[in-house]
């Protein structure tokens, strides 16, 4: 996570993942509710479950102490194994997000894959988004379909997306 802080509150917050798709969920939910908090609002803030909590508050605890950590598994997969590893098209879930006090919640990459749209109600928040399941995308094409067929069949989309009020691109607006 990396926020761009003024006067102790945070203006915007860059959120970007790499876990279960509760973590990535969570970021984005970080992504929309940190724009506008104090540190002390963001250490104190409550997202999805206790673990979820505990491993965002230790995020949020690493920009106070302005460092960064890493952790690897030793049980399980092999370190440096993904998702990949488990095959059906999975890739490792990934998140990339970011809010700003000026633009909102914006998500460019989800579990499910590359954000294509995001829709927003009449308050201008986020209530779905349209995506890519690259995974699937990409193994299709690996097996012979033509990459535009591949793109179309894989193209799917989250939450209430078909209600929204107005449809943008992340990376545009």
């Known amino acids: 996570m990396r926020p761009s802080v003024k006067k102790g509150v945070i203006k915007e917050a860059l959120v970007e993942t790499l876990g279960c798709s509760g973590?990535?969920?969570?970021?984005?939910?970080?992504a929309e509710i940190l724009p506008g908090k104090t540190l002390l609002e963001a250490l104190n803030s409550?997202?999805?479950?206790?673990?979820?909590?505990?491993?965002?508050?230790?995020?949020?605890?690493?920009?106070?102490?302005?460092?960064?950590?890493?952790?690897?598994?030793?049980?399980?997969?092999?370190?440096?194994?993904?998702?990949e590893d488990l095959g059906k098209g999975h890739r490792s879930q990934i998140g990339t997000m970011y809010g700003t006090e000026a633009k909102g919640a914006r998500y460019l990459e989800m579990a499910e894959g590359y954000v294509l749209k995001i829709g927003l109600d009449k308050n201008n928040e986020i209530i779905g988004y349209q995506f890519v399941n690259l995974g699937k995308m990409m193994d299709a094409i690996k097996k012979g379909e033509d990459p535009k067929t591949a793109f179309e069949k894989n193209v799917s989309k989250?939450?209430?997306?078909?209600e929204a009020v107005k449809v943008i691109d992340p990376r545009k607006e």
């Open 46 to 83: 409550d997202l999805v479950c206790d673990a979820i909590n505990t491993a965002m508050r230790e995020l949020f605890l690493q920009i106070v102490y302005g460092r960064t950590q890493s952790a690897f598994s030793d049980d399980g997969l092999p370190i440096g194994a993904g998702m």
């Open 158 to 162: 989250y939450g209430r997306f078909d």
């Open 23 to 30: 973590m990535t969920h969570s970021a984005a939910m970080a």
